[in-house]
């Protein structure tokens, strides 16, 4: 069983920064994906950005350029850089360990005030 701790997140104003960090623990072996999801009020979880234990990262449109993840496959560690944040950001977001089957922390709140 794969446990997730995140840290980070809270309110800024509209062009702001945060940044959200994840660690994992348990049994891990080999290869996994790593990254964070988001789920605002009324709408579906959606992918945000991922990195895999190879460095190959993928983001969503719309935080392309504006958000970077990173990753220690050592500490089993994933971050999140957040700039230029925009109201559209705001979300619950949720840190996510794949392999072979989705692991969820318990989500952290971003807002992103105008």
């Known amino acids: 069983q794969v446990q997730l701790v995140e840290s980070g997140g809270g309110l800024v104003q509209a062009g702001g920064s945060l940044r959200l960090s994840c660690a994992a623990s348990?049994?891990?072996?080999?290869?996994?994906?790593m990254g964070w999801y988001r789920q605002a009020p009324g709408k579906q979880r959606e992918l945000v950005a991922t990195i895999s234990t190879f460095g190959s990262t993928n983001y969503a449109d719309s935080v392309k350029g504006r958000f970077t993840i990173s990753g220690d496959n050592a500490k089993k560690t994933v971050s999140l850089q957040m700039n230029s944040l925009k109201p559209e950001d705001s979300a619950v977001y949720y840190c996510?360990?794949?392999?072979?089957?989705?692991?969820w922390g318990q989500g952290t709140q971003v807002t992103v005030s105008s």
């Open positions: 996510a360990f794949i392999q072979g089957t989705y692991y």
């Open positions: 348990g049994l891990m072996f080999g290869s996994y994906i």
